[in-house]
C-alpha cells in the first residue's frame, strides 16, 4: 500500500488547512477530500475560519514584542512572584495558626471517630425529629417536672437552656436509653418555621471535650463532653446555624464542670 493509499486522518486536514501538510501527502488528501463531501465542507469551513482570524488579527504577528513579554522582564516577574507566593504562604500560615487558635473550642473529628453517644443521638433525632403529635412525652409546659424526673433517672443534676435567643422554644423532653444500659436525656427544640433541634445527654466515658462538629448526610451534630457526662446538640447540617444553637447550649451547660 502506498502513501497515497492510505486513510487520511483528521490531524492531516488540519495540516492541510495550515499549510503544514508533508508534501508526499498532499496530492493524497486532496484526493480524499474529492472524494468525501463531508470532509471537504470541514475543511472549507476551517479555512474560512482560519481567513477571517488572519484578517482580525493578523496585524497584531507584525507588532514589536511589548516590553513587558520580554524574557528578562518574564525572568524578573517570576522572581517577583516568587517572592509573593512565599510571603503569601506565610501569611496564610499565620492566619491559619490564628484561626485555629481562635476557633479551638470547635473542632472537627476524623471520620468514624465520633462516640457512641453521639451515634445514638442522631439515631434519636431522626426517629423523633419526624413526630407531629407525640414527639415528646413531657411537654415544655412542664419542664420543672420535666428535669427533676430526667435527672433521677439520668444519675445527675440536669438543666434545660434557654435557646430563645436564637429563636427557639423548648417542645419538652423524653427518657431514653443510653449506651450501655444506661439512661439517657432527650430535649427537643423548635423554631417558629418549624425547624427542630435536639439535645441529648448521658453518661459518657473519657475525657473531657470541646466541641466538635460531624455530619451524616442531612444531619449535623455538635457534641462534647463534660465531667463524664457526654452532650450532642443536633440538627440540620446546616454548619453555621448548628454552631450557633450548639454554642448557645455549650456556654450554658459548660460551667457546670468549673
Partial sequence: MTDRDLPVTEAELHAYVDGELAPDRKAAVETWLSAHPEDRARVTRWHELTDAIRARYGAVATEPVPARLSVRQIERASRSWRSVAAAAAAAAFLIGGLAGW????????????????????????????????????????????????????????????????????????????????????????EGGSGERFTLYSTRAKGPDSSLRYNAEGQVGALYWTDG??????????????LHSVGETVYAQLEPRAR
Avoid: C, T
Fill in 228 to 241: 463524664e457526662v457526654g452532650y450532642v446538640v443536633n440538627g440540620e447540617a446546616n454548619p453555621d446555624r
Fill in 102 to 189: 481562635v476557633a479551638h473550642g470547635v473542632a472537627a473529628p476524623a471520620r468514624g471517630a465520633e462516640p457512641a453517644f453521639a451515634a445514638d443521638a442522631l439515631d434519636a433525632y431522626r426517629l423523633y425529629v419526624v413526630e407531629v403529635r407525640h414527639p415528646v412525652e413531657v411537654p415544655g409546659s412542664e419542664a420543672a417536672h420535666l428535669v427533676q424526673w430526667l435527672s433521677k433517672r439520668v444519675g445527675y443534676q440536669l438543666r434545660i437552656p434557654d435557646l430563645q435567643p436564637v429563636g427557639l422554644k423548648l417542645v419538652g423532653g423524653r427518657l431514653l436509653p443510653g449506651p450501655s444500659g444506661s439512661a439517657a436525656a432527650f430535649f427537643m427544640y
